[in-house]
């Protein structure tokens, strides 16, 4: 009787069964009896964040079974390897996201077409890539195989990768491939000089936490990605009052700011209060500021402040 209720989770509408599927990961309830009889034709959305018990001999048939897959989420899951994505890549040709942050078996391998071949069909139309946190993935590797294989991609988050983000990528990554969603956050090599370019730069959303940057790098992006609507800066030290006033003249767009555990003080909230579209705002801990900028953001009205301040 049980192998008969699990079989006819194949003939559940296919909305239903990509419910069922969150609800069963969410209770780390999924195993490997149950994902055999999700994995259908049908198929277009596969989150299975978190679910490292699952074998990797049933994730390696996800390519060949969900040939419509849109979107596979596998962050966190350590056992998922090249062969299990160069897989999806090979046969799903209408995915457009593909998480991977957190998979540290991941290398240039599982996007590298094959010797004489076109790139790999899945990346064609990939629009958004997470590979944060996955070490073995090259500078090489991402602008030589993913960069050139995925014209349409527009987010990348390549967070923690600390040895494969340098000025000469992270220069690549910001001005060439028309990226709107961008994730460079603990890139320990990252410094200043690759916004110095001058170029313009599309994107809407920017990460740069935890890194070296100085005002400088902060007033050149202002100046040159007018349409940014989002940028995280939390902890970076060196950022100062300069950067906020840059911003603040030149990205009417910005809704959401974070720059928790900066240098700020109340001239940069000041400047912010004049930022008409801004909606969120992060300053915790920056203890150069005053109560006084609590009576600046409240002037602004419509931003949702969430202010540490000392």
Same mark, same amino acid.
Request: charge should be neutral; hydrophobic fraction near 45%; glycine fraction near 6%.
């Given at each position: 009787?049980?192998?008969?209720?699990?079989?006819?989770?194949?003939?559940?509408?296919?909305?239903?069964?990509?419910?069922?599927?969150?609800?069963?990961?969410?209770?780390?309830?999924?195993? #490997?009896?149950?994902?055999?009889?999700?994995?259908?034709?049908?198929?277009?959305?596969?989150?299975?964040?978190?679910?490292?018990?699952?074998?990797?001999?049933?994730?390696?048939?996800?390519?060949?079974?969900?040939?419509?897959?849109?979107?596979?989420?596998?962050?966190?899951?350590?056992?998922? *390897?090249?062969?299990?994505?160069?897989?999806?890549?090979?046969?799903?040709?209408?995915?457009?996201?593909?998480?991977?942050?957190?998979?540290?078996?991941?290398?240039?391998?599982?996007?590298?077409?094959?010797?004489?071949?076109?790139?790999?069909?899945?990346?064609?139309?990939?629009?958004?890539?997470?590979?944060?946190?996955?070490?073995?993935?090259?500078?090489?590797?991402?602008?030589?195989?993913?960069?050139?294989?995925?014209?349409?991609?527009?987010?990348? *988050?390549?967070?923690?990768?600390?040895?494969?983000?340098?000025?000469?990528?992270?220069?690549?990554?910001?001005?060439?491939?028309?990226?709107?969603?961008?994730?460079?956050? &603990?890139?320990?090599?990252?410094?200043?000089?690759? &916004?110095?370019?001058?170029?313009?730069?599309?994107?809407?959303?920017?990460?740069?936490?935890?890194?070296?940057? !100085?005002?400088?790098?902060?007033?050149?992006?202002?100046?040159?990605?007018?349409?940014?609507?989002?940028?995280?800066?939390?902890?970076?030290?060196?950022?100062?009052?300069? !950067?906020? &006033?840059?911003?603040?003249?030149?990205?009417?767009?910005?809704?959401?700011?974070?720059?928790?555990?900066?240098?700020?003080?109340?001239?940069?909230?000041?400047?912010?209060?004049?930022?008409?579209?801004?909606?969120?705002? #992060?300053?915790?801990?920056?203890?150069?500021?005053?109560?006084?900028?609590?009576?600046?953001?409240?002037?602004?009205?419509?931003?949702?402040?969430? !202010?540490?301040?000392?």
């Amino acid at each position: 009787p049980k192998k008969v209720r699990l079989a006819q989770l194949s003939l559940l509408p296919r909305c239903a069964l990509e419910d069922l599927l969150d609800i069963l990961v969410a209770r780390n309830a999924l195993n #490997d009896n149950v994902l055999p009889h999700v994995l259908t034709r049908q198929t277009q959305r596969l989150c299975l964040e978190g679910s490292s018990q699952l074998r990797r001999c049933l994730l390696n048939t996800i390519g060949r079974s969900c040939p419509n897959l849109r979107v596979l989420d596998v962050r966190g899951c350590q056992q998922v *390897d090249n062969r299990i994505v160069r897989d999806v890549l090979q046969h799903c040709e209408l995915l457009i996201c593909l998480r991977l942050e957190g998979c540290p078996r991941i290398s240039d391998t599982a996007f590298a077409p094959a010797l004489w071949k076109p790139p790999l069909a899945g990346l064609l139309g990939l629009e958004e890539l997470s590979i944060g946190k996955c070490g073995q993935v090259t500078a090489e590797g991402l602008l030589g195989y993913v960069m050139k294989g995925a014209p349409m991609l527009r987010t990348l *988050d390549v967070a923690c990768c600390r040895l494969m983000i340098t000025d000469e990528v992270a220069g690549e990554l910001l001005f060439n491939f028309g990226l709107c969603s961008l994730d460079l956050s &603990f890139s320990q090599q990252l410094t200043d000089a690759p &916004f110095s370019l001058g170029k313009v730069c599309m994107l809407r959303q920017l990460n740069v936490a935890n890194t070296a940057l !100085s005002d400088a790098a902060v007033e050149q992006l202002a100046a040159c990605a007018v349409h940014l609507e989002t940028l995280d800066a939390s902890s970076v030290l060196r950022l100062s009052d300069k !950067s906020i &006033f840059a911003l603040a003249k030149h990205c009417c767009c910005l809704r959401t700011l974070r720059v928790s555990n900066s240098q700020i003080t109340d001239a940069a909230f000041e400047a912010l209060s004049r930022c008409p579209r801004l909606e969120i705002l #992060d300053a915790s801990w920056c203890i150069r500021a005053t109560s006084r900028a609590i009576e600046l953001l409240a002037s602004a009205g419509d931003v949702s402040g969430e !202010s540490q301040l000392g």
